[in-house]
């Protein structure tokens, strides 16, 4: 839900008490953003001027709710594929101006767009295009992923999140791995793929930096974001106002780094407001994680090379990093054609003790296994095995083949040995 309240931002925090929601900067004509994920906040502030936009799905509502001067008026549109009742006509633009102008004032473009209007974040775009809007979100000019764990399961995770450009995977050492895009907006996809496919004690951070000197970071696990941590951004978080929220994040933070982790200078770190020096380069010596992070967020030429990976369906990113990562972890002779020499050997062997099995049944006529005669599945297990004892065998010579091939070409003249 997004709030639009005609109200200074230290007012706005007052009346919201410890409300999980993110109180934006207040503009020079005097408004402030709210966004929040429930109506608490348009309740807390009774008696305040406001816009809210939210989606009501279960009823097929997009909802404008105006309130002025005490008195509240909601506008309806129909959300997704739902249809509106017969008879029951539109809003219209001159509706949403009428109502939306009483709180936000007069519109700097005339005529907005209702077309293909479905969810609120449609709304909430054509209210930008109409008024002069505070700033709805944090300004991030830059950011990237962190990630804790394998390099190889940070480029499975690139390449589950990439788009049509990519995802660039740098391993900065002590297991941290920074994945990232161009794009701020983009970088939030990157980021909630690598929660998804991290387990419970995985870490992922997304660090960033924005105008005049702000920074934070996002604390992100599962599929949500735990905690947002900004310095010089202009913004509050209710909930977060208190020292005990962020000692909770420190500690936080401190359970899922392997070491020791200097915990009162991270807790100090979390509950300044104000840059001191950098914040992110302390919090990142706190943590333990390389400096040469902080280079690849700020494009320094110092930044380690980066793998660029392509995105494609799931069961081929696996497939492909799996095998890769076996190339790399086995030296050439017992990698794998090695195992796949082990696996069709391994298959012959055992349909071969299949094979005698069956045949000790039908010779006994049931007896071996106290049985009255013999069963068709009995009968059926002949030729499955020696059908299995004939693949693999003709399987390990292949592979044999192929590998002995591959010998005398790497052993061929002008070819280094």
Partial sequence: MLIVARAPQDAVVAALGPVDADVGPTSAAGLTAVWSSGHAPVRALSGVDLVAVWDEPDAGHVVLHVRHDGDERDLVWPAGEATPPPGEPLPTTADLVAAARTVLGDPTADHPDLTGLRWAHDLTTVLEQTFALPVLDPVRRRAVTLYRGRHADARIVGRLAAGTDGVAVTDVGNRWSVLHVDEPEAQQVVTLAAAAAGSRRSLVLQLWRGDGGAAGFDLVQRDHTVAQVGWDDGWRRP?????????????????????????????????SRSRSGDPLARLVELLGVPASALDVLDRAATAPAADQVAGARWWRVVWEESR??????????IGPRWFQLTVTLAAALLSTVVLLFALAVVVTDGALLDQSGVTVVDWLLLPLAVGGIATGTLGHRQVRRRRLAEVDQEAAPGNPA
């Fill in 239 to 271: 909930v977060d106002e208190g020292w005990e929220s962020r000692d909770e994040i420190a500690a936080v933070l401190a359970h899922h780094v392997d070491g020791d982790v200097d915990l009162p200078a991270l807790r100090a770190l979390l509950r």
């Fill in 324 to 333: 890769a990562e076996a190339e790399a972890r086995f030296p050439r002779g």
